[in-house]
């Protein structure tokens, strides 16, 4: 999940050029129709004639180049694999269809020919070169709170600072009559206050800096503040009788702009906004391109200045004061109902391996949904959209690597309601329910924004929630703990750190991640390795001793029959003779040849983010293992089958890593068969523990090559 995998967190919304009214997590084709007219309403602006550019100096372009940059102008005006603001990014809207316009000093193409007073006044006023009115989308309301000064820069770098690139505008296809701009004028008249930014006097320089770029160049509230019958801000600051308003929060399409109001500390909104991730949320979306392409490199003086005004809003109406500290944090508990619910049995097999049964994520991996804001809005907008489309993690200097979570589209509206609705209750987070009805009309909209947004594939594994329904549902639900809880439930059994579930994914339900679907039809079987034929039991006891390098479980003991009863229920329908999609891991081509080199360097590039930068494996800060070591005496031994180079390249190749694309359910896989097979080489001979009895492995049947002993 996400955001929640982050949820919509406050950032710096864009300046010239930046989609406004757009929603945190929102993307190009789903902003809101104030949104999406921003970038081309601004581009209209600057592609009037410039008549005479005054020279400016490097000092002043290199000013006008942070505004730009605090502003995100390139996320509009720059079109995916095309030449930086050179337009182009479509921009679909309720009204019809726009692309963005070309913002380089191009003199035939862009906005070569613009002087300084009809680039100021197309900012402050909206009023284009040629007379002709803005749309209010873009946010000139906003920019006329810019000061000379940097209006001036901001002027200077798009003039001089950007190499000027030939590349017409592609015309816009707005309905009637949204192309009709005549009543615009009226608009101005009624909403626009053009009075620059006036610092207020009972206040210190960094709550007064920070409300300049929260309220002029940022135009926060273009998405954050709730909007009146002509689409008009309700307010633009936090002063006057209306000033409540401010940054309360909108509904835009389909997503939640939350609210900003005193959201977070200081501290947690300035790591929000420079690494995209804090204890709260993680950055998603749109949001993700604004922290990507602006917040990350703001001044760290601007960041504060930017949180110290935010903080000092009161919560707004009907708004509770937000948390210090994650409810994750305070508590660390699993819901009551996790394993007793459908729900909670759905968040086992879909969302705890990221996002953990105590709801407190992974740091700096995967974001909290305790205490998250998109989990616990009124408006469950934006935890819909992202549960059924996916998010990514912002890419930057702190986080480098991008974690992505699938979208969730093959779930059903039942399925996903009975999911988010346990999200939203659980760990305190006080969220209302989620219907069926709510999931199905998001996904309406979704769909209509973009037809192949949602993954409508069938996911035919069985649903642990509907162990539920059976007769012996409480032993089936111990079975299953057992394989995800394995050294918690089982420490005398279990000499290492790892579960069942490390090697079996989700519970053993994914597709090539060793799943049991199916398994305990296939037993009895002859097994190579022991030379003899084997029983289930026989078989997850060899797990126990090798895998886990533990201990057997009695063959008769009550764990066992509970593990077996699981299985059985996994077997479903399944016949020996049947041919189940996705059982067991694959294979990797045994004409390649290991580079333990380039294993290495990928580990340390792809794995040790998770696994440890020495094999040791992650650990929370309670120092609960969270993922499991891979070498060293806490890890498997030498029999396992996980330490032989060939069975672990197949494992890697199709599960590892997880959140790394948005192949459903875990983003699992993306290595080249020649990439997993270095990686598995580097890592299975890496030192751990010895297995005595391997002396009496494959007796009768040829061992194979790339066995440890």
């Known amino acids: 999940m996400q955001d929640l995998h ?93 692309y963005s ?40 309301p906003s920019y ?22 030939k590349q017409a505008n592609q015309p816009t296809a707005m309905r009637w009559p949204f192309n009709q701009r005549w009543g615009l004028s009226l608009w101005n008249w009624a909403f626009l206050d053009a009075t620059p930014f006036q610092p207020d006097a009972g206040k210190d320089a960094t709550w007064n800096r920070g409300a300049y770029l929260v309220q002029g160049l940022g135009h926060c509230g273009a998405c954050h503040t709730p ?28 997503w939640r702009a939350l609210s900003l109001r005193g959201l977070w500390t200081v501290e947690d909104t300035v790591l929000f906004l420079k690494t995209g991730q804090n204890r709260f949320a993680t950055a998603s979306g749109n949001m993700a391109e604004v922290i990507h392409h602006s917040t990350q490199h703001v001044k760290d003086e601007d960041l504060v200045a930017i949180a110290t005004y935010l903080k000092s809003l009161p919560p707004g109406e009907h708004e509770l004061p937000a948390p210090s500290v994650p409810r994750s944090e305070i508590a660390g508990k699993v819901p009551g109902n996790l394993f007793s619910s459908r729900g909670g049995l759905a968040y086992v097999q879909f969302c705890s391996d990221c ?76 969220g209302e329910t989620v219907t069926a009805s709510q999931v199905k009309k998001m996904r309406a909209e979704v769909m209509k924004e973009d037809p192949k947004a949602l993954d409508s594939s069938k996911f035919e594994t ?13 032993q089936l639900v111990r079975g299953m703990r057992l394989h995800l809880e394995t050294k918690d439930l089982l420490p005398q059994h279990v000499g290492n750190q790892l579960n069942c579930s490390s090697c079996h994914l989700n519970a053993g339900t994914v597709a090539d991640g060793s799943p049991f679907v199916g398994v305990s039809a296939f037993f009895p079987s002859y097994a190579p390795r022991a030379g003899r034929i084997i029983s289930l039991e026989d078989r997850i ?11 057997p479980l009695p063959v008769e003991s009550a764990d066992m029959k509970a593990m077996v009863a699981y299985f059985d229920w996994m077997k479903g329908a399944t016949k020996p003779e049947d041919k189940v999609p996705g059982r067991g891991i694959g294979k990797i081509d045994r004409s390649l040849k290991p580079n333990a080199d380039n294993g290495k360097k990928l580990y340390a590039e792809q794995c040790a983010v998770c ?60 290595l080249s068969d020649q990439e997993a097979l270095d990686v598995a080489e580097y890592f299975s001979h890496q030192p751990r523990p010895d297995f005595p009895e391997k002396v009496k492995d494959w007796p009768k049947d040829k061992k194979p090559e790339d066995a440890r002993y």
């Open 355 to 430: 996002h953990r049964q105590d709801g407190g994520g992974v740091s700096k991996i995967f974001p909290p949904l305790a205490g998250n804001p998109a989990v616990m809005a009124k408006d469950p907008a934006t935890l819909l959209h992202i549960t059924l489309t996916g998010w990514k993690t912002a890419a930057t200097a702190a986080h480098p690597r991008v974690f992505t979570m699938p979208g969730f589209g093959r779930l059903n509206d039942q399925e996903l309601a009975e999911l988010l609705s346990f999200v939203r209750a659980g760990w305190g987070n006080g």
């Open 101 to 140: 316009t070309n913002i380089t000093p191009d003199k035939e193409t862009g906005i070569g020919n613009y002087t300084f007073a009809q680039f100021d006044r197309a900012m402050r006023q909206g009023v284009a070169a040629d007379g002709h009115n803005l749309y209010p989308a873009m946010p000139y």
């Open 227 to 254: 909007r009146g019958l002509a689409f008009q801000e309700k307010t633009m600051s936090e002063s006057g009788r209306k000033g409540q308003h401010f940054l309360a929060g909108e509904t835009v399409e389909s």
């Open 144 to 165: 006329a709170k810019m000061t000379g000064e940097d209006m001036q820069a901001l002027y200077a770098y798009l003039m001089q600072g950007l190499a000027p690139v």
């Open 462 to 474: 069985p649903r642990l929630a509907d162990m539920l329904a059976k007769p012996n549902a409480e």
């Open 541 to 551: 006891n060899g797990c126990f001793k090798r895998s886990m390098n533990g201990k």
């Open 6 to 98: 982050s949820g919509p967190s406050p950032a710096l919304p864009a300046a010239p050029g930046r989609l406004s009214g757009t929603s945190p997590n929102g993307t190009a084709a789903a902003r809101g129709w104030r949104g999406v007219l921003a970038g081309w309403a601004i581009g209209l602006c600057l592609a009037a004639t410039f008549g005479q550019a005054r020279a400016a100096d490097a000092a002043s372009q290199a000013r006008g180049d942070y505004l730009a940059r605090l502003g995100d102008c390139v996320a509009c005006h720059t079109t995916e694999g095309g030449k930086p603001m050179a337009g182009g990014r479509e921009l679909a809207t309720p009204f019809g269809k726009l």
């Open 611 to 670: 696994h440890g930068a020495d094999g040791e494996g992650l650990k929370s800060a309670d120092g609960k293992m969270v993922y499991p070591p891979l070498w060293g005496d806490e890890s498997f031994n030498i029999g396992a089958g996980m330490a032989r180079t060939y069975t672990a390249a197949a494992f890697v190749k199709r599960n590892m890593p997880i959140g790394f694309h948005g192949k459903f359910p875990l983003g699992q896989g993306g």
